[in-house]
């Protein structure tokens, strides 16, 4: 699998934050495998990259392909396929449901990655086994981004894109993550994509941006 982004450009994008950028408006192949680390101050994109690969943009302009197929042909069914198949995604705001407890959350993906640890090892290894039962709603969002990675982890994907997850984790607790986080993108063999206001040291990465 290999994504390329030609020229891309998101729209609309002031020409400071372009003219800056090392992604914007430059050529970008991000190879099977790949760990890439984008770095940005707020506002340069971060998020709209991430979405765009994952086929919730589509405001660009410039040439931006998934495996050789042009994004913007691909049909909504060959989307759904990506993103249930191919592609896992914390979201910068979680994406979860309050109302739902944090174990059903982490049930609503059917699909299941077999080379993740099961959920209850992963639940434990975070320290997130007393909360499993409790409403979204009433964790911190420390808790919350945690229960978003054991999500995201539990599903298949060949590429994982990870939108600032660890922002409200102390060291140790960020430390437990990206521990979880390596041990199962590389039993996956499959790559990486993390942005962040700063830096994840605990992370491996083979190509670093500044967005």
Same mark, same amino acid.
């Given at each position: 699998m290999l994504i390329e982004l030609n020229k891309v450009v998101p729209t609309p994008l002031?020409?400071?934050?372009?003219?800056?950028?090392?992604?914007w408006d430059h050529n970008l192949r991000i190879e099977s495998q790949s760990k890439i680390l984008i770095s940005a101050q707020s506002g340069m994109g971060k998020s709209t990259l991430l @979405?765009?690969?994952?086929?919730? &943009? @589509?405001? $660009?302009t410039g040439q931006f392909s998934i495996a050789g197929k042009p994004a913007k042909k691909l049909t909504f069914k060959q989307w759904e396929k990506w993103r249930r198949d191919s592609i896992s995604l914390v979201f910068q705001d979680l994406r979860l449901f309050p109302h739902l407890s944090a174990q059903e959350n982490i049930e609503l993906i059917p699909e299941i990655n077999p080379s993740a640890p099961s959920v209850e090892e992963m639940v434990d290894r975070l =320290?997130? =086994?007393? $909360?499993l039962q409790q409403l979204v709603s009433s964790l911190s969002h420390g808790q &919350? /981004? &945690?229960?978003?990675?054991i999500r995201a982890l539990h599903k298949p994907f &060949?590429? *994982?894109?990870l939108d600032e997850p660890f922002s @409200?984790?102390?060291?140790?607790? /960020?430390? *437990?993550?990206?521990? *979880?986080i390596k041990e199962v993108v590389e039993q996956q063999q499959a790559g990486l994509i993390l942005s962040s206001l700063g830096s994840a040291s605990s992370l491996p990465f083979d190509y670093k941006y500044k967005l």
């Open positions: 002031p020409d400071k934050v372009i003219k800056s950028s090392e992604i @979405h765009l690969i994952y086929g919730l &943009r @589509h405001d $660009y =320290g997130m =086994g007393p $909360y &919350r /981004q &945690r229960i978003a990675i &060949r590429i *994982l894109l @409200h984790l102390d060291k140790s607790n /960020q430390i *437990l993550a990206c521990e *979880l």
